[in-house]
């Protein structure tokens, strides 16, 4: 199951649009909705009116659980897309999880953003980390170490390994000064790390050009304004003094092997 809500968990919508596109590689089916209007306080996420030729209907704020299984992916998965409840989190946590257990959910991933002091012309952080000490050996990563304010992404992460489901949380760093949506390059970072944990190969041309166009936009807001100009270049340096054993022969052969996946024709005889 991977999940993304829309809110306070998702700078730059980055993270709900990265499990939406996995959604539609993987030709979704809506197995589930849950909108209890307990949940919701309308008056912060307000229902749409939407029109389609004559008719009109009312879009209530829901959350929504598709079944999918992407080309390439050994596994079934759960995307579920929705917006942050305003109240009753632990019901709606719970609800949650007996649809995990009812679909016979093995793991879970919760993706989120967040704002952050990082450069838009850097390469966006993309970080795992589970509660859960066989995925922290598995996938050779840390257990959080944040405390403070939280979200329905924390507290569905913390929940689901106490009920016995391994959790895992991927969180992307979004520049906090563009840190309104869309935020493409953060999307990309998501999708890339989800291609990884997940064993997926997606299309991430349109979003790598749209990554691109974000960033060349910014640089021309940012060359308007010699503060903020500035601003980026102190972010820059204090971004690339620490980062510089990333460009190891590992991560440059991770790279390589991502891009060979996206390149390889599909196999006729694959299911």
């Keep these: 199951m991977v999940l993304a809500f829309e809110g306070w968990n998702d700078a730059g919508g980055a993270a709900s649009s990265a499990v939406r596109s996995i959604t539609t590689a993987g030709d979704g089916e809506l197995v589930e909705r849950i909108d ?3 949940y919701y306080d309308y008056q912060f996420t307000r229902p749409r009116v939407r029109r389609t030729g004559s008719h009109r209907e009312i879009v209530w704020p829901a959350t929504k659980i598709y079944r999918a299984r992407p080309q390439t992916c050994e596994l079934d998965l759960l995307l ?6 305003s109240f009753r989190w632990q019901a709606f946590t719970a609800d949650i999880l007996t649809k995990a257990a009812e679909h016979d959910v093995a793991a879970i991933v919760l993706v989120g953003a967040l704002l952050a002091d990082v450069p838009h012309t850097r390469p966006i952080p993309a970080a795992l980390s589970s509660e859960d000490p066989a995925l922290q050996d598995a996938l ?7 405390e403070g304010p939280t979200g329905i992404v924390g507290v569905l992460a913390h929940t689901a390994n106490q009920a016995g489901i391994p959790a895992v949380s991927l969180w992307a760093a979004v520049p906090h000064y563009v840190g309104q949506a869309p935020s493409p ?7 890339r790390q989800l291609e990884d944990l997940l064993g997926l190969t997606l ?13 060349r936009g910014v640089d021309e807001l940012a060359q308007e304004d010699t503060d903020i100009a500035e601003y980026v270049q102190r ?7 620490p980062n510089l054993p990333e ?5 440059i052969a991770r790279e390589f092997e991502r891009y060979l996946r996206r390149r390889r024709p599909p196999d006729p005889g694959d299911s």
Excluded: F, R
């Design 140 to 146: 050779d990563v840390d257990e959080p170490t944040y």
């Design 80 to 85: 579920v897309n929705g917006v942050e409840p």
């Design 36 to 38: 209890d209007e307990d």
């Design 185 to 191: 390059k953060a999307q990309l970072a998501l999708m």
């Design 247 to 251: 460009a190891s022969g590992e991560a």
């Design 235 to 241: 972010l820059e340096e204090a971004t690339d003094t």
């Design 203 to 215: 299309d991430v041309e349109e979003v790598s050009e749209d990554a691109e166009a974000w960033e």
